[in-house]
């Protein structure tokens, strides 16, 4: 659609925004990773420059072209992205936390391709480090911090759980054992929860559409009026 139609709302904002998966390497042709398109996380990206904003994209591997106006930053592990993410943050206005972070990592990567023998593989996995949340405890006041979470289930209480666990002002949540939602579609179905933990709302629609809608809601809880 037109430009014209989106107001500058952003204009001298920093957003940060981080997407798409993160890979584990278990040898050099081989990864455990969680599953992302990264299509929600680059329609923020790009929502966010069409209102205005500077941009910086913390990005897995993903089949998308780069958001144009992005400084994008690719990263491939866990570790990489929380790297980037903290050189980043302090600068930024608002981080938007779209990235399906792997939850495990292994820490005995092989350095040659591990040839089939028949035989079984045993890996020992160790949880990858909460980005979010240590993100969340190093924060400046005037930041605004938005997680996600992809769940089989949405329990509210559970997603209000999940808000004050990592310390965000807004969680995103969508439910990925929803036909036609979530993961590499178009579409999606978002149960917002805002306002501290206090207040839910949903909405449908494109992603891109979705990716206006809770830039909207950022804003809105910045100018501390959602009511
Ligand atoms: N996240 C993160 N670092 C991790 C795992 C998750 O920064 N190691 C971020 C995600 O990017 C997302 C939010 O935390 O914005 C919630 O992710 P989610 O996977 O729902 O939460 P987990 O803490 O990993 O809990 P679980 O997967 O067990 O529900
Ligand atoms: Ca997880």
Redesign the pocket.
């Known amino acids: 659609s037109n430009e014209s139609t989106y107001s500058k709302d952003l204009l001298g904002k920093t957003v940060l925004i981080?997407a798409g998966p993160t890979y584990e390497p278990i040898d050099p042709v081989r990864f455990i990773g969680n599953r992302s398109s990264g299509k929600m996380g680059y329609a923020l990206a790009e929502a966010s420059i069409r209102r205005g904003a500077k941009v910086h994209l913390i990005s897995g591997p993903v089949a998308l072209p780069p958001p144009q106006g992005a400084n994008v930053e690719y990263v491939e592990t866990?570790r990489e992205m929380q790297e980037m993410l903290f050189k980043h943050f302090p600068s930024a206005d608002i981080l938007i936390?779209?990235?399906?972070?792997s939850?495990y990592t292994t820490d005995s990567t092989l350095a040659q391709k591990k040839k089939k023998d028949g035989t079984e593989w045993t890996l020992h996995l160790k949880e990858?480090?909460?980005?979010?949340s240590a993100l969340t405890k190093s924060r400046h006041p005037g930041q605004t911090i938005m997680?996600?979470?992809?769940e089989t289930s949405l329990v509210r209480k559970e997603l209000q759980d999940?808000l004050r666990r990592?310390g965000v002002d807004l969680l995103a949540s969508n439910n990925i054992s929803e036909p036609g939602s979530g993961f590499g579609s178009e579409n999606n179905s978002i149960l917002l929860l805002t306002h501290d933990g206090s207040s839910f709302e949903e909405k449908s629609g494109s992603k891109k559409d979705l990716a206006d809608w809770l830039i909207d809601r950022i804003i809105l809880l910045r100018n501390r009026i959602l009511s």
């Not at 997680?147 to 992809?150: E, K, S, V």
Request: net charge neutral; proline share 5%.
């Open positions: 981080s866990a936390m779209a990235a399906a972070v939850d990858n480090p909460d980005i979010l997680g996600f979470a992809a999940k990592k």
